[in-house]
């Protein structure tokens, strides 16, 4: 392949990198400067105990969950790509499905269905257990993560086992390794970059996670944030600091560790090797079994038992619903819209960045890219929190922006941008260059160029990047909590809020709408894609 030339930015272009890179880092930016205005002692704030024990908690949590999901996700991944697993095809289909739960969701269907009264608490008393384990605390948070978030280390680890060539396997099974053995010195060194990329993607989230952890009354850093924003701010935002340099730690360790692993070939492996299980292969089957019910089958059976309960009762003249289909369709339309929307801005932000990087490896560009990928490390609720303080201590921002559709939606860009920046700049790295340079010879000025060449050949590219980021934005809730203005309705918290005012039938029915959109999307986006790889 002939390389690249880069080309003379025009000044336009430079610009529009500029004010991405600036839009981007703004909500971090603006938490740091306010840590360090605000009028308190920072580091007297950073050093107390207000601080130290959710951050003590959080790191307890997000190690556990991590663990815990690196095991599971590796164990299945390669029992469904690498051993003879009766209906392994269908388990690939069913064991990524819990990312289609938001883990809000997930939290509310796992606590009505353990805690007492739920429905696992019918089942055993007849069995003759008389105590449900409550999920409350450290226990039930790190059960649900762990359950939620799994498939982050299970998609790229079996895709990276798929890509194995069985050459080096089948001269270890020569020399007398056996399946174990080989398992641990041939293919855990050559997938182990895939394993240390999805589990800190895991501690990234969990560290980052507010709704679970909210529901269970686990009080990590997340959820001190949210107690202290408006009782007392010093302290929110020395909390903030902390998850903010938390989340820098460990998008810096990511990358430090991905340039230290051992990388894998990109395409499918000719010959890959089939382990058979023998005698394990139905205990195997079973377990598979457990991981899809637990996950997909328990929590789904709850929130559709909540919105039969509830649809029952209203049919035999009890207690009505606190919402009607109007407001189901309400809260529908105005989450497809607004992500929709969302969506389009954020491939429209990342655009220009991606010309700069892959077309005219622009150091703008780079700058602006570098700044586009670690934005999605700030959690959701820190963006939320460094806009609300913004607008509420400017007057300028406060007249223009607070309570507004547009705020919303830049909160939304800044957080799911990097997800739309990864495609976009491979959108643009596919159109050839020769076939600019033809439409230059024959008079096409840029623009033109850009809407009759590149848009047409980067269509498919751009409209995958605005799917993500659209799947995204469905399932966010501390900044649709928290910068929503007045008025509008969406499925994510009108779930939450009628989980925590105990109007389950309610939630319910919203909830499985919610899972149903978000299934749909995972399946033409992540999992049939990753079923291809």
């Known amino acids: 392949m002939i390389p690249r030339v880069a080309r003379p930015v025009s000044w336009p272009l430079r610009l529009l990198g500029v004010l991405a ?75 990524p499905l819990p990312l289609v739960f938001p883990t809000f969701i997930g939290a509310a269907a796992l606590i009505r269905t353990f805690n007492p009264g739920g429905m696992a608490d019918d089942v055993l008393s007849g069995l003759g257990v008389d105590r449900t384990p409550e999920l409350r605390g450290l226990v039930g948070a790190w059960f649900v993560l762990s359950l939620f978030t799994y498939p982050y280390v299970y998609l790229p680890v079996a895709a990276a086992f798929r890509q194995l060539s069985g050459s080096l396997e089948d001269s ?52 001190a944030i949210n107690t202290n924003q408006l009782a007392n701010p010093p302290v929110a935002l020395a909390l903030s600091l902390i998850l903010l340099v938390l989340a820098a730690v460990v998008v810096t360790v990511e990358r430090a560790a991905s340039r230290r692993l051992p990388e894998i070939g990109r395409h499918r492996a000719s010959v890959t090797v089939t382990y058979p299980l023998g005698r394990w292969r139905w205990p195997v089957t079973g377990l598979l079994a457990l991981a899809a019910v637990a996950g997909v089958g328990g929590p789904m059976i709850a929130l559709v038992d909540w919105s ?39 491939v429209l932000a990342v655009l220009p960045v991606a010309f700069l990087v892959g077309r005219h ?19 959701g609720l820190l963006i939320a929190l460094s806009l609300r303080f913004w607008t509420a201590q400017s007057s300028v921002a406060f007249e223009l922006l607070s309570d507004t559709m547009g705020l919303l939606i830049f909160a939304y860009v800044v957080r799911f941008g990097s997800l739309a920046m990864g495609v976009t700049l491979v959108a643009v790295r596919s159109v050839p260059a020769r076939v600019g340079d033809a439409a230059a010879t024959l008079g096409a000025g840029g623009l033109r160029r850009l809407v009759t060449v590149d848009l047409p050949l980067m269509a498919p590219g751009l409209a995958a990047a605005a799917g993500l980021v659209l799947l995204s934005v469905m399932k966010e809730l501390p900044i649709s909590l928290f910068v929503s203005p007045l008025g509008y309705s969406n499925l994510a918290t009108r779930i939450f809020s009628s989980f925590q005012d105990a109007f389950v039938a309610e939630a319910g029915l919203l909830a499985v709408v919610l899972v149903v959109l978000s299934f749909l999307l995972s399946w033409f986006l992540v999992i049939r894609r990753a079923e291809h790889l």
């Open 21 to 95: 890179t600036l839009a981007f880092a703004f909500p971090g930016a603006y938490l740091v400067w306010r840590n360090f205005t605000e009028g308190a002692d920072p580091a007297g704030l950073l050093l107390s105990r207000n601080t130290l024990g959710p951050l003590a908690r959080t790191l307890q949590l997000a190690a556990l969950v991590s663990v815990s999901a690196m095991l599971v996700g590796t164990s299945l991944a390669w029992l469904t790509t690498r051993t003879d697993a009766p209906f392994a095809r269908f388990w690939r289909v069913v064991l």
């Open 172 to 223: 270890a099974r020569v020399l007398g390794d056996g399946t174990w053995r080989i398992f641990v010195r041939i293919c855990l060194p050559q997938v182990a970059s895939a394993i240390a990329a999805g589990t800190l993607l895991v501690f990234l989230y969990t560290v980052s996670d507010f709704g679970a952890v909210e529901l269970l009354r686990y009080d990590t850093l997340t959820r």
């Open 308 to 346: 039969v309960e509830g649809l029952n009762r209203v049919a035999t003249g009890g207690r009505a619903l606190t919402i009607d289909g109007g407001d189901v369709i309400e809260a529908t339309v105005g989450t497809l819209q607004v992500s929709v929307l969302a969506a389009v801005a954020a």
């Open 361 to 379: 490896g622009s150091r703008t560009g780079s700058v602006a890219n570098a700044v586009i990928v670690s934005a999605f490390a700030i959690p």
